[in-house]
């Protein structure tokens, strides 16, 4: 079975705080995503990632940045995290072939910034 | 990019089918994916279709695709409890998938 994780299933920072959220995939897969989820708006893509020391932008990049050092892991970076910035974030991984790009996705942070 | 498009409630009494629809704007989308997500969880892959085939059926889901139209709909029959969720359609571009906003379904007794 694939597995995602995410290194916290609640988070709550301050206003200006440098914020980590980590993600790890067990299957070896080349692509890695990040979106955030926000109620009547979907899934929204932050930025992703094709390979080791990859990245590119998604939809809704600004605020954001991340890290991919090491094919299993990325690292979503939120540089001096703001209010409107409290969501809850997925992060996904996939390969090429199978279900076409099938994704999987880790059970989510919910962040709040207060 | 591709815009997706779904309904945002649905309520259906267990027993009853439910259908969630979908629009999408990109018909060079190889695969339409339906995601489920249940409370305090991530999303999880329902079932999907190939964008040359009309229908596709795996036990209690029925996926139409009407490629003219760009509509997208997932049926489930006989609704249980636990079916509610959050159901989002997705259509693929490249690697990348272009979400709908997600379709809540509760079921009630």
């Known amino acids: 079975d694939v597995k995602v994780t995410q290194s916290s299933r609640y988070l709550v920072k301050r206003t200006g705080e440098k914020v980590f959220l980590e993600c790890v995939q067990d299957?070896?897969?080349?692509?890695m995503f990040w979106y955030r989820q926000d109620p009547g708006l979907g899934l929204r893509l932050i930025y992703f990632?094709?390979?080791?020391?990859?990245?590119e932008k998604g939809d809704i990049p600004e605020g954001y940045s991340v890290s991919r050092e090491k094919k299993e892991r990325f690292s979503l970076i939120l540089e001096s995290a703001s209010t409107n910035q409290t969501s809850m974030y997925l992060c996904?991984?996939?390969?090429?072939?199978?279900?076409?790009?099938?994704?999987?996705f880790g059970p989510g942070t919910r962040l709040t910034v207060t | 990019g591709e815009d997706v498009e779904q309904s945002l409630f649905l309520s259906v009494r267990e027993g009853d089918s439910s259908v969630i629809n979908c629009t999408y704007t990109?018909?060079?989308?190889?695969?339409l994916y339906w995601y489920k997500q249940e409370p305090g969880a991530g999303l999880q892959l329902l079932t999907y279709?190939?964008?040359?085939?009309d229908m596709k059926q795996d036990q209690r889901l029925t996926v139409l695709l009407n490629k003219k139209d760009k509509h997208l709909s997932l049926r489930i029959a006989d609704t249980q409890t636990g079916d509610s969720a959050i159901y989002f359609c997705?259509?693929?571009?490249?690697?990348?998938?272009?979400f709908g906003a997600g379709t809540t379904v509760t079921v009630r007794a």
């Open positions: 996904a991984s996939s390969r090429p072939g199978g279900v076409g790009y099938e994704q999987y």
């Open positions: 299957m070896d897969h080349e692509n």
């Open positions: 990632s094709y390979d080791v020391k990859m990245k």
């Open positions: 990109d018909s060079s989308s190889t695969y």
């Open positions: 279709i190939f964008s040359n085939m």
């Open positions: 997705a259509g693929s571009n490249d690697y990348k998938l272009s």
